[in-house]
């Protein structure tokens, strides 16, 4: 995320720079979760701030993982075990079809909110393909494209991502 501001802020200081505590993600979209971490790092910092909130969703199982993507890994958060389950879960299911989501909520002491959403859609592969990038990337290619987000250039995918989307709207409308 940092390098895609590098442009427009002279620095970014962390939640953990500043020892801040991580909120609940009590929230039941990826809007509210990122709203959640941008308005507690906003308050507790008494600066703006920026959280995001991302995922997979994979209509066939339901939108799951979705908003627990990451702990669909167990406590340890082991992407390898989310992949297996995902395809496990997939196994008697003809529709492969998947889209990560990126919502970034940028937050201000006054209060003041900005929520925006990126998408990307593909189709969910089995075996795991790549070793770029982190999460259910090496399963997951993007419509359009013959490689997974796993093996596909990060720069290349940085043009293509769900948080490319989601950071182009948010320039749009906040710088």
């Known amino acids: 995320m940092c390098d895609l501001f590098k ?5 970014l200081i962390s939640a953990a720079e500043l020892n801040l505590d991580e909120p609940e993600e009590t929230g039941i979209s990826f809007a509210e979760n990122a709203e959640i971490k941008a ?12 959280a995001d909130d991302s995922g997979l969703v994979v209509p066939a199982l339901g939108g799951e993982p979705g908003i627990y993507s990451a702990r669909w890994g167990g406590d ?15 196994s008697n299911k003809s ?3 998947a889209h990560f989501v990126c ?5 201000w002491p006054d209060g003041y909110l900005a929520t925006v959403e990126g998408r ?16 259910y990337d090496p ?22 991502s769900h948080r490319a989307y989601a950071f182009d709207k948010l320039v749009k409308i906040c710088f």
């Open 7 to 11: 442009n427009l802020v002279p620095k």
């Open 39 to 50: 308005l507690a790092a906003s308050k507790s910092s008494n600066l703006p701030s920026l």
């Open 76 to 90: 340890d958060r082991n992407f390898d075990l989310a992949m297996e389950r995902v395809n496990r879960e997939l």
């Open 95 to 97: 529709n492969r079809e």
């Open 103 to 107: 919502s970034l909520s940028l937050a």
């Open 120 to 135: 990307v859609f593909g189709q969910l592969v089995w075996p795991p393909k790549g070793d770029r990038g982190f999460g």
């Open 139 to 160: 399963i997951f290619k993007a419509d359009g494209y013959k490689i997974t987000f796993g093996e596909m250039d990060p720069a290349a995918k940085h043009k293509i």
